[in-house]
């Protein structure tokens, strides 16, 4: 098949990339509204840009109106924010932050997250999140439909024993972050192979997780 995108709408184009690239990275956003009240909501169009400066990628769509919307709105105006991954343990209540509740209540609330202090930023961070990186606004992109925020990586949170501080290595025997697939769709990523050297050459191995 050859597709013309200049021949697609909007939402045709979206549809077909936002299910053909998969799976991504889901990044459990928490921010602080004008009247302090903690917001959280999941984004799939996120992911990491560089190391030195260390900073991520987060791509937020516009509303149908032109309004911003709040996790877009909040970093906008106070220029912070804390990325959360989301593994299968939260993998239904960051489902649900996704969800319409009234402006006054906290999606953390809703869902039953705890949220805890950040060290650099005033958005604080989710307790359940295997991982948070505490972000500052580096710069602001804008497109006709989206927003597109590089946050510059201030510190970062993991849960007790996920990293090898004398090596600097994720034990990724115990780490199982959720992507994003499609629609409603997410994987785990429990099913995991290695290739190449570090396996012993280019057929998949059943090299263990922890030393790639």
């Keep these: 098949m050859d597709i013309d995108f200049a021949a697609l709408t909007e939402y045709q184009r979206y549809k077909l990339m936002a299910s053909l690239i998969v799976p991504r990275p889901i990044a459990l956003v928490t921010t602080l509204g004008p009247d302090g009240v903690v917001n959280a909501a999941p984004f799939s169009m996120f992911n990491m840009l560089g ?22 709105a909040n970093i906008v105006a106070r ?23 009234p402006a006054h209540q906290s999606e953390l609330d809703h869902v039953g997250l705890h949220a805890a202090p ?17 972000c500052r606004l580096w710069e602001l992109l804008e497109t006709e439909s989206r927003q597109i925020f590089i946050g510059q990586v201030l510190w970062l949170h993991a849960r007790d024993g ?42 998949p191995t059943a090299t263990p997780i922890d030393e790639i």
């Design 118 to 134: 950040s060290k650099a930023v005033s958005p604080p961070r989710i307790v359940e999140a295997p991982v948070a990186f505490e």
């Design 79 to 101: 220029r912070e924010f804390v990325v959360h991954l989301a593994d299968e343990a939260i993998a239904a209540q960051m489902h649900r932050c996704g969800e319409a509740i």
């Design 162 to 203: 996920l990293i090898d501080t004398e090596r600097w290595r994720v034990r990724l025997q115990d780490y199982h972050p959720v992507g994003r697939f499609g629609a409603s769709f997410y994987v785990r990523s429990r099913d995991r192979f290695a290739i190449g050297d570090e396996a012993g050459g280019p057929t």
């Design 51 to 72: 190391e030195e400066p260390p900073i991520v990628m987060l791509s937020i769509n516009r509303l149908q109106d032109g309004r911003l919307k709040d996790t877009a």
